[in-house]
């Protein structure tokens, strides 16, 4: 190296390590259509095309069933029913063997598949499926839990307990008390790219499958388990997904044991990808829920007790419903402390398809029913529903301990509340909110500010843990393959810029590779915003591996202690020498070093005794806050979000870009399930709002007027994540509490808000209508 290069290196920074903006590693792609799908990749000669037969009744026993017009339709190859799966037939992730591939014998929901049509193109298949003849014997359905009381209902899973304090004592002696109930709608994940799964048949046992999956080792399992293999002859491989948020955390299943057993019959490859209306019909959604509360609290807003029940809908198996209700009780509190508190979760059995995971798992209905409470005691004392949050925020010594008994020991929620409060300008917002209602006969404009505490990590202490493979090349390059799944997220950009970081050399010479069961083996679902915090410590342990032995070896081979070698930008200070990264890489191979390294992370301090109720499950807690403004049209029911003000604190970020469109998206995501997103089941169980025509997302005409968005850079998590980082996948979301209750707020101000007008989710224009004059009439009785 010469002089000249020396000094040009020492100007140098790294491009693309943490703590800087780095675009998504695809996003050039995604603009131009160049991101390969599962859907875009050359099919093999001779691929075949499946296609579901769904059940057309919710619940009754299968008479029978007459597939002969089917298999001899043209282009059809094989008719597969629940006979032909060669292993278990069961892809049930609570390993309670509730949930078959194909009903046998009785079906439970209307949509559940029956019989997979495989043929020669999909379209030939699709057809096919039509030509079936089946004779049930219809059973009665339940379809909508209003129907049935929690108490002694049909459950898909044991419920949760959670408690501290004697609740009743405490509800029954407080001087102000109050009941109610909370109906919080469902959401249909409406991923871009539907399921699908390709799979291609290989020697002896072996089959791969190209899945659009967030847990490939699940996939990997049940597969294997379909077909009566060892896991070790399936590989399943994730490049990329078009979204996902929960939906393709358990629902993948189906689709490629369909896919790996049809292949494995025909000899050839199969793909399966379901139309969008069956995808939404035969695949679960969030819970919906029915939050039932009781509390005590004093005349000055401060809360004595609280006793709750969220019961879910669940379907007609238990899916993740068990850790889905559970995380809602652990977010029964969202940011306030209860002196005494029982909450119980009552996951009820439904004829509906079974409810998964979502974004939040459960956390944001938790908090719904929070903020419930909060608006209920403002509104009975008369007072501003944020002084009534702030009264009962979690504080200090005896006011920091959760109902499941970890203490809230990183709190700022207080910092953050008080900062959106000042920078929103809500005070004065509201003052004037206030004179323009008094003006406006139709149009009423409403505030509110909601806080967000939402725990990291997963509940089951188990899939806290992850793998990663890094290879360093003789020129330098690095290879990186680890367990999580890239849905859209950012996940690989970050921790690529973790890898990057530790070897201090540019991004571009990290290569991002597919998520593969056959390179990291076990791995957990990418799910519960842990993938950066997982996958990102994985890495960087086998980065530290490699670094740490291509230390030791330049120590030994230039005669310098350790400490004076230092890793700088694509170079190694060695003593008083640099030498580029790639020529000390070159030296370490030819002394037979090994340069690669299989990384391993599992998190610390969690525990959680499911039985007793008490535990730390979450390693952290991640903080928001959000100040939403909206007008209501009160003739109509329609209404604009005028503002929004968030504060998010994401720790050190790794990648502030990545995780500003995650804040924003999610709470845009969050907006479309509490107002415009309905879910619609018929009285026969049929879902009407199945297609884009029926079921509204929002579009870019509903994002506020006025959005603000700002990372609190002060923060910095206090437990030794990757780079001091914190999770950002789902915390988000809950940010949209502030528009349902800005509702709220607005609607209230046709009464001068003398009523609660108990709002429920998903906020419609028609329920905000009803809501208006339903007060109005309350009013005037």
Same mark, same amino acid.
Request: aromatic share 8%; charged share 25%.
């Given at each position: 190296?010469?002089?000249?290069?020396?000094?040009?290196?020492?100007?140098?920074?790294?491009?693309?390590?943490?703590?800087?903006?780095?675009?998504?590693?695809?996003?050039?792609?995604?603009?131009?259509?160049?991101?390969?799908?599962?859907?875009?990749?050359?099919?093999?000669?001779?691929?075949?095309?499946?296609?579901?037969?769904?059940?057309?009744?919710?619940?009754?026993?299968?008479?029978?069933?007459?597939?002969?017009?089917?298999?001899?339709? !043209?282009?059809?190859?094989?008719?597969?029913?629940?006979?032909?799966?060669?292993?278990?037939?069961?892809?049930?992730?609570?390993?309670?063997?509730?949930?078959?591939?194909?009903?046998?014998?009785?079906?439970?929901?209307?949509?559940?598949?029956?019989?997979?049509?495989?043929?020669?193109?999909?379209?030939?298949?699709?057809?096919?499926?039509?030509?079936?003849?089946?004779?049930?014997?219809?059973?009665?359905?339940?379809?909508?839990?209003?129907?049935?009381?929690?108490?002694?209902?049909?459950?898909?899973?044991?419920?949760?307990?959670?408690?501290?304090?004697?609740?009743?004592?405490?509800?029954?002696?407080?001087?102000?008390?109050?009941?109610?109930?909370?109906?919080?709608?469902?959401?249909?994940?409406?991923?871009?790219?539907?399921?699908?799964?390709?799979?291609?048949?290989?020697?002896?046992?072996?089959?791969?499958?190209?899945?659009?999956?967030?847990?490939?080792?699940?996939?990997?399992?049940?597969?294997?388990?379909?077909?009566?293999?060892?896991?070790?002859?399936?590989?399943?491989?994730?490049?990329?997904?078009?979204?996902?948020?929960?939906?393709?955390?358990?629902?993948?299943?189906?689709?490629?044991?369909?896919?790996?057993?049809?292949?494995?019959?025909?000899?050839? !490859?199969?793909?399966?990808?379901?139309?969008?209306?069956?995808?939404?019909?035969?695949?679960?959604?969030?819970?919906?829920?029915?939050?039932?509360?009781?509390?005590?609290?004093?005349?000055?807003?401060?809360?004595?007790?609280?006793?709750?029940?969220?019961?879910?809908?669940?379907?007609?198996?238990?899916?993740?419903?068990?850790?889905?209700?559970?995380?809602?009780?652990?977010?029964?509190?969202?940011?306030?402390?209860?002196?005494?508190?029982?909450?119980?979760?009552?996951?009820?059995?439904?004829?509906?398809?079974?409810?998964?995971?979502?974004?939040?798992?459960?956390?944001?209905?938790?908090?719904?029913?929070?903020?419930?409470?909060?608006?209920?005691?403002?509104?009975?004392?008369?007072?501003?529903?944020?002084?009534?949050?702030?009264?009962?925020?979690?504080?200090?010594?005896?006011?920091?301990?959760?109902?499941?008994?970890?203490?809230?020991?990183?709190?700022?929620?207080?910092?953050?509340?008080?900062?959106?409060?000042?920078?929103?300008?809500?005070?004065?917002?509201?003052?004037?909110?206030?004179?323009?209602?008094?003006?406006?006969?139709?149009?009423?404009?409403?505030?509110?500010?909601?806080?967000?505490?939402?725990?990291?990590?997963?509940?089951?202490?188990?899939?806290?843990?992850?793998?990663?493979?890094?290879?360093?090349?003789?020129?330098?390059?690095?290879?990186?393959?680890?367990?999580?799944?890239?849905?859209?997220?950012?996940?690989?950009?970050?921790?690529?810029?973790?890898?990057?970081?530790?070897?201090?050399?540019?991004?571009?010479?990290?290569?991002?590779?597919?998520?593969?069961?056959?390179?990291?083996?076990?791995?957990?679902?990418?799910?519960?915003?842990?993938?950066?915090?997982?996958?990102?410590?994985?890495?960087?342990?086998?980065?530290?591996?490699?670094?740490?032995?291509?230390?030791?070896?330049?120590?030994?081979?230039?005669?310098?202690?350790?400490?004076?070698?230092?890793?700088?930008?694509?170079?190694?200070?060695?003593?008083?020498?640099?030498?580029?990264?790639?020529?000390?890489?070159?030296?370490?191979?030819?002394?037979?070093?090994?340069?690669?390294?299989?990384?391993?992370?599992?998190?610390?301090?969690?525990?959680?005794?499911?039985?007793?109720?008490?535990?730390?499950?979450?390693?952290?807690?991640?903080?928001?806050?959000?100040?939403?403004?909206?007008?209501?049209?009160?003739?109509?029911?329609?209404?604009?979000?005028?503002?929004?003000?968030?504060?998010?604190?994401?720790?050190?970020?790794?990648?502030?870009?990545?995780?500003?469109?995650?804040?924003?998206?999610?709470?845009?995501?969050?907006?479309?399930?509490?107002?415009?997103?309905?879910?619609?089941?018929?009285?026969?169980?049929?879902?009407?709002?199945?297609?884009?025509?029926?079921?509204?997302?929002?579009?870019?005409?509903?994002?506020?007027?006025?959005?603000?968005?700002?990372?609190?850079?002060?923060?910095?998590?206090?437990?030794?994540?990757?780079?001091?980082?914190?999770?950002?996948?789902? !915390?988000?979301?809950?940010?949209?509490?502030?528009?349902?209750?800005?509702?709220?707020?607005?609607?209230?101000?046709?009464?001068?808000?003398?009523?609660?007008?108990?709002?429920?989710?998903?906020?419609?224009?028609?329920?905000?209508?009803?809501?208006?004059?339903?007060?109005?009439?309350?009013?005037?009785?």
């Amino acid at each position: 190296m010469t002089r000249h290069e020396t000094l040009d290196l020492r100007k140098a920074k790294i491009a693309g390590g943490v703590a800087t903006d780095r675009r998504h590693d695809s996003a050039h792609k995604h603009v131009t259509g160049e991101a390969v799908y599962i859907d875009d990749m050359a099919e093999p000669a001779g691929t075949l095309h499946a296609y579901l037969g769904l059940s057309e009744v919710a619940h009754g026993t299968i008479r029978a069933l007459d597939l002969k017009e089917v298999g001899s339709a !043209p282009g059809v190859v094989a008719v597969l029913t629940a006979k032909d799966v060669p292993g278990v037939n069961d892809i049930s992730p609570a390993g309670l063997h509730d949930e078959p591939i194909l009903a046998e014998g009785e079906v439970q929901f209307l949509g559940q598949p029956v019989f997979t049509v495989i043929a020669e193109t999909r379209e030939a298949a699709r057809r096919a499926c039509r030509l079936a003849k089946v004779e049930y014997e219809e059973k009665p359905a339940l379809i909508d839990i209003a129907e049935v009381e929690p108490q002694g209902a049909r459950l898909v899973t044991k419920p949760l307990t959670l408690s501290r304090g004697e609740a009743a004592e405490a509800i029954t002696a407080a001087p102000r008390r109050l009941k109610g109930r909370m109906r919080v709608g469902g959401q249909d994940h409406f991923y871009l790219e539907g399921q699908i799964a390709f799979a291609l048949p290989g020697e002896d046992m072996d089959v791969t499958v190209h899945s659009s999956t967030q847990h490939p080792s699940e996939v990997q399992h049940m597969v294997a388990h379909a077909l009566g293999v060892p896991s070790h002859a399936v590989t399943v491989e994730v490049r990329r997904m078009g979204g996902g948020f929960g939906g393709k955390e358990t629902q993948a299943n189906l689709f490629a044991a369909i896919a790996a057993i049809a292949a494995k019959r025909t000899g050839r !490859p199969v793909k399966i990808r379901p139309d969008r209306d069956d995808d939404m019909t035969a695949t679960g959604k969030r819970h919906d829920f029915l939050i039932d509360y009781d509390i005590g609290f004093d005349e000055e807003g401060t809360i004595l007790g609280v006793d709750l029940t969220y019961a879910a809908r669940c379907g007609f198996s238990a899916d993740l419903s068990g850790p889905v209700t559970d995380r809602a009780l652990f977010h029964c509190d969202n940011a306030y402390f209860y002196p005494a508190v029982r909450a119980v979760s009552a996951p009820l059995y439904t004829n509906t398809v079974s409810n998964t995971a979502f974004r939040g798992f459960g956390g944001p209905q938790g908090m719904l029913g929070a903020e419930r409470i909060i608006d209920e005691v403002a509104f009975a004392l008369g007072k501003d529903p944020l002084e009534i949050r702030k009264r009962n925020f979690y504080g200090n010594g005896t006011r920091n301990v959760t109902p499941y008994h970890q203490k809230v020991d990183d709190n700022v929620v207080h910092r953050i509340v008080s900062e959106v409060e000042k920078s929103a300008d809500y005070a004065a917002r509201r003052r004037a909110i206030a004179a323009f209602n008094a003006k406006s006969e139709i149009v009423k404009r409403g505030i509110a500010l909601t806080p967000v505490k939402f725990g990291i990590s997963f509940t089951a202490t188990h899939f806290n843990q992850a793998g990663a493979l890094v290879h360093v090349y003789t020129d330098g390059s690095v290879h990186l393959n680890h367990g999580g799944t890239e849905m859209g997220q950012g996940l690989y950009v970050k921790v690529a810029q973790v890898v990057a970081e530790e070897f201090q050399i540019d991004i571009d010479q990290v290569k991002i590779t597919a998520t593969t069961t056959g390179k990291v083996p076990n791995t957990s679902a990418t799910a519960a915003s842990s993938g950066s915090d997982l996958n990102g410590m994985a890495a960087q342990n086998g980065a530290r591996q490699i670094k740490n032995r291509l230390i030791d070896f330049a120590a030994e081979q230039y005669g310098v202690p350790k400490e004076q070698i230092e890793f700088l930008p694509n170079r190694v200070r060695v003593g008083n020498q640099e030498i580029l990264f790639v020529e000390l890489v070159k030296q370490a191979y030819m002394a037979r070093v090994q340069l690669s390294a299989a990384g391993f992370y599992k998190t610390p301090k969690i525990h959680w005794d499911r039985d007793s109720g008490r535990g730390r499950p979450f390693y952290y807690f991640a903080y928001g806050a959000a100040c939403a403004e909206v007008s209501i049209d009160t003739l109509t029911g329609e209404y604009m979000v005028e503002r929004v003000d968030i504060l998010h604190e994401t720790g050190k970020s790794l990648n502030p870009a990545i995780d500003l469109g995650q804040i924003e998206g999610g709470f845009i995501q969050g907006v479309g399930w509490l107002t415009t997103e309905e879910l619609v089941w018929d009285g026969k169980g049929r879902l009407t709002t199945h297609a884009p025509s029926t079921y509204k997302i929002p579009l870019a005409s509903d994002r506020p007027k006025v959005f603000n968005v700002t990372l609190a850079d002060w923060a910095e998590n206090a437990e030794p994540t990757v780079h001091r980082s914190k999770a950002v996948g789902e !915390p988000p979301f809950m940010l949209a509490m502030s528009v349902l209750h800005a509702l709220s707020d607005a609607v209230a101000s046709v009464v001068d808000h003398k009523l609660c007008p108990r709002l429920d989710a998903p906020a419609t224009p028609e329920r905000v209508l009803m809501a208006v004059e339903r007060l109005r009439a309350e009013m005037g009785a």
